[in-house]
């Protein structure tokens, strides 16, 4: 496993953080959650110390995980833990806070389910305009006081909000989506990493999309995460992505069968703006696939093969 700085955090983290939103089960694919406890075993033994959840990943059912994950392999110190606040999973639906009771409430309760006292990095899931900036940054400003938090960071914000809720807590981590096939945000990652922010890039896989193990249309549930977030299971976003797949099957076989999903890792984590790529896995299989991503690195020659092939089909 490689290691970066986290922008001025100081944390030293994981060039993969894994991700837990499947781990917690609602969107995904079924699996125990025994099978979902053993995945987040196998990343921390591979070297990953960091790791993203939120208490909108099933309504805390991925921070319980994570918690229990943690707590049996005696690790609490060697490992950094992001969560999140502002969104909550009630009923099967997807609810937005941004008042400072819900965000010191919401702490509080992420903090049982992590079985912790204390968060290295607590992030705003998503800006809600139905609160100033000044009482949901000002609640994660009071809970850094507090020593609850450590750092803090946003999910998911324009350059603009950002300009303006840094004004009421320092901004320190920024994580948006970001992918072979999703490069809509790149600017702001570039200008959030140029203010001296951690930048973190999740969905480095496309909702698993970049993998290669999807290669014909499929019809998902409406709840399913690759239906109802991530469009490009959709026409004629997926047509596009399965010929720059061939260009990747290419680029695999002359690497020796190197797996597509590391290939797209290497993409990811060679952009000089990210620190981290967020990957979500729910078996050990894939954790440790994902992982063995990090034993190599891309030429300049191969990046530029796949950036050109992107600019050709995307």
């Given at each position: 496993?490689?290691?970066?700085?986290?922008?001025?955090?100081?944390?030293?983290?994981?060039?993969?953080?894994?991700?837990?939103?499947?781990?917690?089960?609602?969107?995904?694919?079924?699996?125990?959650?025994?099978?979902?406890?053993?995945?987040?075993?196998?990343?921390?033994?591979?070297?990953?110390?960091?790791?993203?959840?939120?208490?909108?990943?099933?309504?805390?059912?991925?921070?319980?995980?994570?918690?229990?994950?943690?707590?049996?392999?005696?690790?609490?110190?060697?490992?950094?833990?992001?969560?999140?606040?502002?969104?909550?999973?009630?009923?099967?639906?997807?609810?937005?806070?941004?008042?400072?009771?819900?965000?010191?409430?919401?702490?509080?309760?992420?903090?049982?389910?992590?079985?912790?006292?204390?968060?290295?990095?607590?992030?705003?899931?998503?800006?809600?305009?139905?609160?100033?900036?000044?009482?949901?940054?000002?609640?994660?400003?009071?809970?850094?006081?507090?020593?609850?938090?450590?750092?803090?960071?946003?999910?998911?914000?324009?350059?603009?909000?950002?300009?303006?809720?840094?004004?009421?807590?320092?901004?320190?981590?920024?994580?948006?989506?970001?992918?072979m096939v999703y490069r809509d945000n790149e600017a702001q990652m570039q200008w959030a990493a140029s203010q001296g922010m951690g930048v973190m890039a999740y969905g480095a896989l496309g909702g698993g999309i970049l993998t290669g193990a999807i290669r014909e249309a499929r019809t998902y549930a409406p709840s399913d995460s690759r239906n109802r977030f991530y469009k490009h299971?959709?026409?004629?976003?997926?047509?596009?992505?399965?010929?720059?797949?061939?260009?990747?099957?290419?680029?695999?076989?002359?690497?020796?069968?190197?797996?597509?999903?590391?290939?797209?890792?290497?993409?990811?984590?060679?952009?000089?703006?990210?620190?981290?790529?967020?990957?979500?896995?729910?078996?050990?299989?894939?954790?440790?696939?994902?992982?063995?991503?990090?034993?190599?690195?891309?030429?300049?020659?191969?990046?530029?093969?796949?950036?050109?092939?992107?600019?050709?089909?995307?």
């Open positions: 496993m490689r290691y970066k700085t986290l922008g001025g955090t100081g944390l030293k983290v994981s060039e993969m953080c894994l991700g837990t939103w499947g781990i917690g089960g609602a969107g995904w694919d079924a699996y125990s959650d025994e099978t979902r406890l053993d995945a987040i075993h196998a990343a921390l033994e591979q070297g990953v110390n960091f790791i993203d959840t939120a208490p909108g990943y099933n309504g805390g059912a991925a921070e319980r995980l994570v918690g229990r994950a943690v707590r049996d392999m005696g690790v609490r110190e060697d490992v950094y833990i992001a969560t999140k606040c502002g969104t909550e999973y009630i009923d099967g639906q997807y609810v937005r806070f941004g008042a400072e009771k819900d965000i010191l409430r919401e702490c509080d309760e992420s903090l049982r389910n992590l079985q912790t006292d204390y968060i290295d990095l607590y992030l705003v899931h998503w800006p809600n305009l139905n609160f100033p900036f000044s009482e949901t940054m000002g609640a994660l400003e009071k809970l850094k006081q507090q020593g609850k938090v450590l750092h803090v960071g946003v999910c998911n914000f324009s350059r603009e909000q950002m300009e303006q809720a840094t004004q009421y807590c320092p901004i320190e981590v920024y994580q948006a989506q970001h992918s299971f959709q026409e004629p976003m997926f047509s596009r992505i399965m010929a720059l797949l061939g260009e990747m099957d290419a680029l695999a076989a002359e690497k020796d069968g190197m797996p597509l999903a590391q290939i797209a890792l290497n993409w990811s984590a060679r952009k000089d703006f990210v620190s981290t790529c967020l990957v979500g896995a729910q078996t050990r299989a894939k954790v440790e696939q994902n992982t063995a991503a990090f034993d190599h690195t891309l030429t300049d020659g191969d990046i530029a093969r796949l950036d050109a092939a992107i600019e050709k089909y995307l």
